[in-house]
């Protein structure tokens, strides 16, 4: 499924992300018009942008769009190298995770007067517009989706191991995790991933459910200074490292996997439980069966709930020539019509409020996702808002916890190292 998502698409801008197969759309009208390159960075949903895509190629008479897919996991040093180059796309959708660090290069548009003037904010969730402001407290992106990281596990093999529904704490997990590992038959109840930045948000979900988090729900104390260097989030972080090294719960290749790794090991039935983000509750029912996906809430810990949440964006090159161009296609795709339809096919929670009232969003699994978005006192505010943070997290946290999952360093090494570069990260951005 995720070779075919990837196989056969344009990547971005030829020589920068290598060899790239040309997706054109072909318009109706022969009049000259504005063409502007629309950069997708996302492994998920690319086939839904391209069809809306074409959909406004086919409407529009002033503006042609071609999609440019960028491989996810080359993401932010593609795009920098581009915008560096001076040959950055006209307009892309981004990561709210990247937003800080693009923004703070100079390289995204404040989109303040294309919504002052467009009166499209009232529309949108007032969360995803916070997210959208979070770096100097200007939109450098409007949403599209907004989303919890979530617990996704497959109801057959719960069944099969006498489980009734999702573990609802930390050592809960671990008993669950335990009776769905079979190692003898290749069957494992979680998947500890290390390869990419989606693991950060695995293990720091041990330490902070143990450890706590800082001040207003943050990775900081009082004096600026990272929390998570001290022997109660070691604890949680060495819990989370027990289900790898001494339960065994996980398989042994998933120190180094990715997340499309754990998805393959999910769709393939080898693991009974994984976490991700809101794309999972899409293609993991295509992969195991609509009625076989759960979703849960995840676990707490002796400190309680804490539910990491996020979302993704449109965003214009502050370098376009093509700036009033590309606002009329972001607000083609943000039409509530439009909206609704990619995320009920790919997506999580649709930005624009009105479309939450229709019937796909009353199934069951998306009713964890609401439930977390909903529940303000439990949500977690990681610093994306700091420039250098989404590299940080995709580029220097991953070889650090592979490195102690397997055994290079102890759980408080670990912390120590993870905590002096968020509290470097911090000073050297104010």
């Known amino acids: 499924m995720w070779k075919d998502i990837r196989a056969g698409r344009r990547a971005l801008l030829t020589g920068i992300a290598g060899a790239a197969t040309a997706t054109a759309f072909v318009p109706r ?16 949903g690319p086939k839904g942008i391209e069809d809306l895509a074409a959909r406004f190629n086919e409407q529009s008479r002033s503006v042609e769009v071609e999609v440019e897919i960028v491989p996810q996991l080359q993401a932010i040093p593609k795009l920098t190298e581009a915008f560096a180059a001076g040959t950055g796309p006209d307009c892309l959708a981004i990561s709210d995770i990247w937003l800080a660090q693009l923004a703070g290069g100079g390289w995204l548009e404040s989109l303040e007067p294309y919504l002052a003037d467009s009166g499209l904010e009232p529309e949108i969730s007032p969360a995803s517009m916070g997210i959208a402001r979070m770096y100097q407290q200007t939109a450098y992106y409007v949403g599209f989706v907004v ?18 529904g999702p573990p609802i704490d930390l050592d809960e997990f671990r008993i669950h995790a335990e009776r769905l590992t079979d190692a003898r038959r290749d069957r494992y109840g979680y998947y500890a991933e290390g390869g990419d930045g989606w ?6 979900t041990w330490a902070l459910g143990t450890g706590g988090l800082g001040v207003d729900r943050t990775f900081f104390d009082a004096n600026g200074k990272c929390v998570l260097n001290t022997p109660a989030h070691a604890q949680g972080l060495q819990q989370w490292l027990d289900l790898y090294q001494k339960s065994k719960v996980s398989p042994p290749t998933s120190a180094v996997g990715t997340f499309v790794d754990q998805a393959n090991a999910f769709s393939a039935g080898q693991v009974a439980m994984v976490f991700g983000w809101g794309s999972y509750v899409m293609t993991m029912a295509e992969a195991i069966g609509q009625a076989n996906l759960g979703t849960a809430r995840t676990p707490a810990g002796p400190t309680g709930s804490n539910y990491y949440f996020a979302g993704n964006g449109f965003s214009i090159n502050s370098a376009s020539p093509s700036k009033e161009a590309s606002w009329e296609f972001i607000e083609f795709l943000l039409r509530p019509e ?66 102690t999952l397997l055994g290079g360093q102890t759980a408080q090494e670990h912390l120590a190292v993870i905590a002096a570069a968020l ?3 911090r000073a050297a951005n104010g």
């Open 338 to 403: 439009n909206n609704s339809e990619w995320n009920r096919l790919y997506g999580a929670i649709p930005t624009i409020t009105r479309t939450w009232e229709e019937a796909w969003l009353t199934q069951p699994k998306y009713q964890a996702i609401l439930a977390m978005l909903r529940d303000g006192p439990s949500l977690v505010y990681h610093p994306r808002y700091i420039p250098g943070y989404g590299s940080f997290q995709s580029q220097f946290s991953p070889p650090q916890i592979q490195k």
């Open 147 to 164: 989303e919890a990281y979530t617990l996704y596990y497959n109801k057959l093999l719960f069944a099969e191991a006498g489980l009734d």
């Open 423 to 425: 509290d470097e990260l």
């Open 199 to 204: 693991s950060f948000q695995q293990w720091t």
């Open 29 to 44: 009208h022969a009049s000259a018009r504005t063409k502007i390159r629309f950069a997708w960075p996302f492994i998920n």
